[in-house]
């Protein structure tokens, strides 16, 4: 069996979520066909998405053309060699991740197994949380999507901050409406010095937050460490980190108490289980920030430390919207299906109907 071809399209795909208007979101879907008519698809993380489908339709995919997609590190090690020698992140690793989540969906399907399973097959159902508290929520709304999510059997939540809101007040409505028992996550997304961040985690302290995501300005890990020390929050970060050492420096330099790696931007799942293999040395849970459940689901079923995948209320629904019949979570479980491969095959009306003009 050889890999016969790979193409990377652009779709601009409707989705909602509640309270919200809807809105368009972009994916570049990546398909890979063997000469005997297999076919695997994965997706590509990132926001340069034209320059994604470039790069994989006209460097990436020639290179693999003809290659045994069985040989999981053999054409891991190809491609790392050719396009990231010197451990590039950003653009290499988001094109780099499409490919690889496409081969291990095909590896599953040629052997007839789940992606899960092949990747460690530690248990096929994973804890998941809910990013309920976007941005775009006025207060009063935050407040009734909390309730929303609660009265749907969602106990783990995630809310943002940015130190330009009244982050105190949002935080402090949230805890009062989902009651003490719900774990609430705030995460934000990179926008705080070191003195912000240890303002805003001394006063939010006392309302008992499970886990303060991605503070700090670029991940800085001597700063990451050192906020560390001065919370008693812990601290998960690296969901945008484009390579495992990376994230291999955040944990030796004791940064981080949750690792979060993401299938779709550190370079698939070849990287990632890596990634999780070093943290379990560590004593260190994994979880999935950056959304994209679906595929990081699998990475997370297959080690004993995952410790939750983000249901991201945008990514979520854009799942629910392009793929055919894709795993439900319940009560705060995301089940995974023994359907081989990753059992996200798109639904091919919608990706002819929503391709976007490069």
């Known amino acids: 069996m050889q890999i016969a071809g790979i193409a990377a399209s652009l779709h601009r795909v409707p989705v909602e979520v509640p309270l919200l208007p809807s809105r368009t979101v972009r994916v570049v879907v990546v398909r890979i066909e063997t000469d005997d008519g297999l076919v695997g698809y994965g997706v590509a993380g990132g926001g340069s998405q034209t320059a994604l489908v470039e790069l994989i339709n006209r460097d990436i995919g020639p290179f693999v053309v003809g290659r045994d997609p069985l040989q999981a590190e053999g054409v891991g090690q190809a491609l790392e060699h050719r396009f990231n020698a010197r451990g590039m992140t950003g653009l290499v690793s988001c094109a780099l991740s499409g490919v690889d989540i496409a081969l291990w969906d095909l590896r599953g399907k040629a052997v007839g197994q789940p992606t899960w399973r092949l990747l460690g097959g530690f248990s096929a159902s994973v804890p998941a949380y809910l990013t309920f508290g976007l941005p775009e929520y006025e207060l009063d709304q935050l407040v009734e999507a909390a309730r929303l999510a609660v009265s749907r059997g969602y106990d783990r939540l995630k809310m943002t901050v940015d130190g330009r809101t009244r982050d105190i007040e949002r935080v402090t409505r949230v805890r009062e409406a989902v009651g003490p028992h719900v774990r609430l996550m705030i995460d934000a997304n990179e926008s705080f010095d070191l003195l912000s961040a240890v303002e805003l985690a001394r006063k939010v302290e006392p309302l008992d937050i499970a886990w303060f995501e991605e503070p700090l300005r670029g991940n800085d890990t001597a700063v990451l460490a050192e906020l560390r020390r001065r919370t008693s929050i812990p601290i998960a970060a690296g969901q945008f980190e484009g390579h495992r050492f990376r994230l291999r420096d955040l944990m030796l330099a004791s940064a981080v108490d949750v690792v979060q790696t993401n299938v779709l931007f550190v370079g698939g799942y070849t990287e990632a289980l890596k990634v999780a293999h070093f943290a379990d040395m560590l004593r260190l849970p994994i979880a999935n920030g950056g959304g994209w459940a679906h ?36 009560g705060g479980v995301l089940t995974l299906s023994d359907r081989p491969g990753l059992g996200l095959d798109p639904r091919v009306d919608l990706l002819r109907d929503t391709q976007a003009a490069r």
Do not use: K, S
């Open 295 to 330: 595929h990081n689901a699998a990475l997370l079923a297959a080690v004993p430390n995952g410790h939750g995948v983000e249901m991201h209320a945008w990514q979520w629904t854009l799942a629910e919207t392009l793929y055919e019949d894709p795993p439900a979570a319940h």
